[in-house]
T-cell receptor
Framework: NAGVTQTPKFRVLKTGQSMTLLCAQD?????MYWYRQDPGMGLRLIHY???????AKGEVPDGYNVSRLKKQNFLLGLESAAPSQTSVYFC????????????FGPGTRLLVL | DQQVKQNSPSLSVQEGRISILNCDYT??????FLWYKKYPAEGPTFLIS?????DKNEDGRFTVFLNKSAKHLSLHIVPSQPGDSAVYFC??????????????FGQGTILTVHP
């Protein structure tokens, strides 16, 4: 039982390049979330999904797109990376029936030059 | 507009003493609160939570207190241990309806416990 995994762990991009961050969970959770963590700002919600095929915007969605084609996977895409998207990205998942506890992956560190 | 605030960026405590981490919130719709602990290069891990129908929840060395009228919660760690050194995030949720478990996080407090 791996919990929540994220790939890659670290990536360097040039401005304008695109990439996809992958989140996978093996807990059969319905809800999944993408956050970014920046110094002094805590974690901010980018997008979330309440089930396969559904996604919704969070607090800071601009510049990102997401897809949830399979229940266990939640993809975060950057179509044209900007230096402001340099951050640490965390994925989380949660069982719909449980309390509010979310389970987090180890994070992806992204540097955009 | 920071709806959840942790006004102390850092806290330093001696091993064996009490650590008190504070959190304030402004949104009256928040009714569930959580504390997460984060080590460097790892994801946040759930520590303890409290529903707004309670004013205290205890789990071993960790106790969370909620003061709804003041919109304030605190995490007490007694006794503090060097392994508790980490970043602690306070988070809040407005349960029910279409909240879908979305959490609003504070900025985090770096706790350092000295041997």
């Amino acid at each position: 039982n791996a919990g929540v995994t994220q790939t890659p762990k670290f990536r360097v991009l040039k401005t304008g390049q695109s990439m996809t961050l992958l989140c996978a969970q093996d807990m059969n959770h319905e809800y999944m979330y993408w956050y970014r963590q920046d110094p002094g700002m805590g974690l901010r919600l980018i997008h979330y999904s309440v089930g396969e095929g559904t996604t919704a915007k969070g607090e800071v969605p601009d510049g990102y797109n997401v897809s949830r084609l399979k229940k266990q996977n939640f993809l975060l895409g950057l179509e044209s990376a900007a230096p402001s998207q340099t951050s640490v990205y965390f994925c989380a998942s949660r069982n719909r029936q449980e309390e509010e506890t979310q389970y987090f992956g180890p994070g992806t560190r992204l540097l955009v030059l | 507009d920071q709806q959840v605030k942790q006004n102390s960026p850092s806290l330093s405590v001696q091993e064996g003493r009490i650590s008190i981490l504070n959190c304030d919130y402004t949104n009256s719709m928040f009714d569930y609160f959580l504390w997460y602990k984060k080590y460097p290069a790892e994801g946040p891990t759930f520590l303890i939570s409290i529903s707004s129908i309670k004013d205290k929840n205890e789990d071993g060395r960790f106790t969370v207190f909620l003061n709804k009228s003041a919109k304030h919660l605190s995490l007490h760690i007694v006794p503090s241990q060097p392994g508790d050194s980490a970043v602690y995030f306070c988070a809040a949720s407005a349960t029910g309806g279409t909240s879908y478990g979305k959490l609003t996080f504070g900025q985090g407090t770096i706790l350092t416990v000295h041997p």
